[in-house]
T-cell receptor, first 111, second 113 residues
Framework: KQEVTQIPAALSVPEGENLVLNCSFTDSAIYNLQWFRQDPGKGLTSLLLIQSSQREQTSGRLNASLDKSSGRSTLYIAASQPGDSATYLCAAYTNAGKSTFGDGTTLTVKP | EAGVVQSPRYKIIEKKQPVAFWCNPISGHNTLYWYRQNLGQGPELLIRYENEEAVDDSQLPKDRFSAERLKGVDSTLKIQPAELGDSAVYLC???????????FGQGTRLTVV
């Protein structure tokens, strides 16, 4: 059974800092890995999708990497802003479409 | 384009009562998911539909939970009877692809008292 772990559970940084969020998974036979953002009381918003054949994806100040052999993905956020404060979740998918989510990292960016 | 629409947003019921949640996915999205999210945790899949067929309901507690997706569009998730431990946010999501969840609704926050 796939297990997805996100450490730390919470992170607080000053505005402008670059930061890395971590996601680890136990079964390397994943098909896709996806990063989401969740604001309080809201649903999840997809940020980046990395297919198993890819090593990384970029969108604006966000860069996500995937290393299947080590069972890790990272989400890099450059020049963090208070508006980046949210919970960030990763999800691993099998080729049959079964998804397993981590419990998320709650990020606070202080002005 | 309208996103995934869920209703109600909030529901408070007494234990042993029935409750139903409704989801309207994005037009043209064949894949529909129902997730349950407990406080401080990630979403857990309850059931996944491809059109009107439930292709993965292995995590659905079938003694009290049921779901349907008539005509392969809207979907309803029902709990009968509700228990205190069912208090959570119930999220609906839809996608055009089997292997990625593209869009989530805002969720229904259920409180069982």
């Amino acid at each position: 059974k796939q297990e997805v772990t996100q450490i730390p559970a919470a992170l607080s940084v000053p505005e402008g800092e670059n930061l890395v969020l971590n996601c680890s998974f136990t079964d390397s036979a994943i098909y896709n890995l996806q990063w989401f953002r969740q604001d309080p009381g809201k649903g999840l918003t997809s940020l980046l999708l990395i297919q198993s054949s890819q090593r990384e994806q970029t969108s604006g100040r966000l860069n996500a990497s995937l290393d299947k052999s080590s069972g890790r993905s990272t989400l890099y956020i450059a020049a963090s802003q208070p508006g980046d404060s949210a919970t960030y979740l990763c999800a691993a998918y099998t080729n049959a479409g079964k998804s397993t989510f981590g419990d998320g990292t709650t990020l606070t960016v202080k002005p | 384009e309208a996103g995934v629409v869920q209703s109600p947003r909030y529901k408070i019921i007494e234990k042993k009562q029935p409750v139903a949640f409704w989801c309207n996915p994005i037009s043209g999205h064949n894949t529909l998911y129902w997730y349950r999210q407990n406080l401080g945790q990630g979403p857990e899949l309850l059931i996944r539909y491809e059109n009107e067929e439930a292709v993965d309901d292995s995590q659905l507690p079938k003694d009290r939970f049921s779901a349907e997706r008539l005509k392969g569009v809207d979907s309803t998730l029902k709990i009968q009877p509700a228990e205190l431990g069912d208090s959570a946010v119930y999220l609906c999501a839809s996608s055009t692809k089997l292997t990625v969840v593209a869009f989530f609704g805002q969720g229904t926050r259920l409180t069982v008292v």
